[in-house]
């Protein structure tokens, strides 16, 4: 069952409450914060590039990328008429651009959808690649606390006016990973809903283990914060953000 297919069509109503020009804002904030101006940009798993939007307004040259062809006919909605943005059908993990990048981002936990160890050693040592010298690599991932504890093993139903959806999750401490069974009803006309179900697949990934892999893959500097801020992460965060230096 694929994850962010039918589920495309539906992302961006149900993702109403997370304000992507603030996090435009957060991202342009660790520019300055680490004194670069960037002028190429690569996004990895854009989705349906809310974030890119905001980027491109900017006026920064960007690349994005993602794995689901649906989550990207959205985002060529939003984003076509940039003459600066680029979109492509790519993979975090073996992507391959024949360009360098003053910085490489991702955002929204779509790292945690790596889960396996080998494939996050190649996507690391891959965005490592694909960075200009001194380039900044940006992302965040949901905390193993939020997913082992918040989201894991808990049931989250949704009542909107055109969709109802549920969201079963359980964590597997063993393997580390917190699965989505996502049942959604979208209405279609009175009293008539379409069903449609998808699995989706997070991994759990501890923060030194994360700083760890960064380091190994040749990054000189690595920060992570509570999201959103420049504070030090704490074990309740939900959310961090890294920032590693080339
Ligand atoms: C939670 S969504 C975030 C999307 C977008 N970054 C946002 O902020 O709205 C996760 C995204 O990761 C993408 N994705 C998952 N695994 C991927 C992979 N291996 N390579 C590229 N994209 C991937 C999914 O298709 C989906 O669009």
Redesign the pocket.
Known sequence: MN??GDF?SL?DEL?ND?N?EE?SDYIIKIFQRYNIEPKDIL??????G??SYYLARERYNLVC????PE?LTIAYEKLGKFKNVKLLN????D?NISKKFDSVI?????IN??TRDD?LKK?FKNVYNHLKPNGVFIFDINSYYKLKTIIGNNTFIEDREDVFYTWQNYFDTEKELCEFYLTFFQKEGDNLYSRFDEVHIERAYKEEYVIELLKDSGFSKVDCYSAFTFDEFNEFDERINFVAIK
């Open positions: 994850s962010y495309a992302y993702m997370f992507y996090w996004e990895m798993a854009c989705g349906t809310n974030l990328f993602d794995l689901s989550m790519q993979n975090m993990i992507f991702s955002i929204c936990d779509s959808y790596i494939d996507c």
